[in-house]
C-alpha cells in the first residue's frame, strides 16, 4: 500500500503543536516528578515511621496502578472535585490534569530511584563524614548526594525516557500533543501509516537527543576520570 | 551455532504467528456476513453487562438481514479497527452510527441511508451562544474523527486552537459540566440520550440552521455490490412492512 504523506503537510500545524506540548509535557513533569522523587526519597530513607509509611503508600499506589486511569481520574475526578467544591473555581484546562498526574507518577519512580542510589552509597563514607564534624545533612549534601547522583543518572535517564514516551497516554484527555496529532490525522484521513511513522519518528528524535544528553552527563561525571 | 539456531526458531515462531494473523483475513467463508460495530455509542449500539451487543443499529441490523434472506454474525470491533477491517475484508460490513461523507465515500460504499441525523451544539444551560458562530474563540469538545469535529473544522480552520478532541462523546461532555470545554457539537441521536443522565436543566441544546443534515449508512467494502443489494433490499423491505418504524419509535420515540 503507497503512503500517502500528503496527509502530514495537510495537519502539520497539529504535529507542530504536538511537538511543543510533549516537550513541555516532560519537561514539566522531569522537574516537578525530580522534586518529588527527591523529598519521597528521603522520607523513605528517614528513621521516622511517620515519614516513612506515607511515602511507601504514595510510592506503592502510583508504582502500582496504570498511568492511564491516573490520568483519567487526576483529570474526571480529583481535579474537578478540589477546585469545583473546595475552592468553588473553574478546573483548569486539560494540560494541568497531564502535568500534574505524570508528575506524580514520575515522582514514585524517581523516589526509588534516589532511595537506590543514596542506599548504594557505603555507610563508611556517611561515617567518615561525620566523624569529620559534618552534619548529617552536611554529609548528604558534600559527601552521599554527589556519588549517589553518578549512580542515579542510568536509571534517571530511563525514566525520562520512559515518561516522554509514557506521556502519549495524555491525548485521552484531549491534550493536543504528539500522538493527538497522529490520532486526529488517521482518523480524519483514513491514512494511517503516514501519521503513526510521523509520530513514532518525533519521539525517537526526542528520545534519542534525551538519551545522549544523558550519556553526556555520565560520562562528565565519571568516577574514573574524576579521581584517576 | 547455538545462538543462530534460536535465532532461527524465533524467527520460524515469529512469521507463523503472523500468518495464523493473515489466515484469519478470509472473511465471508460459510455464508455468513461478518459485521462489526463499535459498540460504545448508545443509544445506537452498546454492549450490556454480558457482553450482547444492542441499540438500534444492532435491531436494525438483524432486521435487516432477516429481511434480506442473509445470516448475519455482528461483533464489536471498535472504530478504527472496524473502519479497517471493512475496508481490507476482514469484516464484510460495519454499523455504527456512520454518517454518510464525500471523504468515506472515497474508501467505502455505502448502503441507502437508514437514519436522519444531525449535529447540534450543547452548551450550559446560561449560555448565550445561539449558533455554531458565535462558539468563535471558544473551546469546542468534539469526538475525534466524527463529523462534529469536521464541522468544527469547517467553521473555525484546520487548525483551530479550541477544538478539543476526546475518544467518546460522553466524555466531552463531561469536560462541559467541569467548564472545561465551553461547548460540545456531536450528533443529536447521543447527545439526547446522554442529557438524560444529567441533572435536569444545567444543559440546553442548540441547533443550528447551516449544519447540513446527516445520513447514516452501513459500509461495505468497496466494490461488494453483491452484498450492498442484499443489505439495501432489507432495508426497503423492512421500512414497508413497519418494522423499521417499530425499532425506531423503541429508541427514539414517535416518528414524525
Redesign the interface.
Known sequence: MPIDWSVIV??K??FI?GLWTTIELTTVAVLVGLVIGLILGLMRLSRSRWLVIPAQVYVDIFRGTPLLLQILAVH?AVI?TIC?EWLGV?????IVSGFVALSLNAGAYIAEIFRGGIQSIEKGQMEAARSLGMTYGQAMRHVILPQAFKRMLPPLGNEFIALLKDSSLVT???VNDIT?AA??T?????E?WAPYITSAAMYFVLTFVLSRFVLFLENRYRTDRQEG | MKKLGVLILSLVFLCSFALTGCAKNNAGAGGIVKVGTDAAYPPFEKQEGDGKLTGFDIELMNAIAKAGGFEVDIQHAGW?PM??AV?NGKLDAGISAISITD??KK?YDFSDPYFDAKQLILVPANSNVQSLKDLKGKRI?VQ??TTG??VV?KAFG??YQGI????DTP??I??LA???VDAVVADNGVVLEYLKKLPAGKFKKVEDQSFEPEQYGIIVKKGNKELLKKINDGLKKIRENGTYKKIYEKYFGPMQ
Open positions: 495537510e495537519y500545524a497539529y503543536r474526571f474537578p469545583e473553574k478546573p483548569p484546562e486539560a485521552i484527555i484531549s493527538y490520532f486526529t488517521a482518523k480524519n484521513t483514513f494511517r | 478504527d473502519l479497517d475496508k471523504d468515506r474508501v469538545g475525534t474523527g469535529e469536521i473544522q484546520k487548525t478539543k478532541g476526546y475518544d466524555a466531552a463531561d469536560d467541569n467548564g472545561r
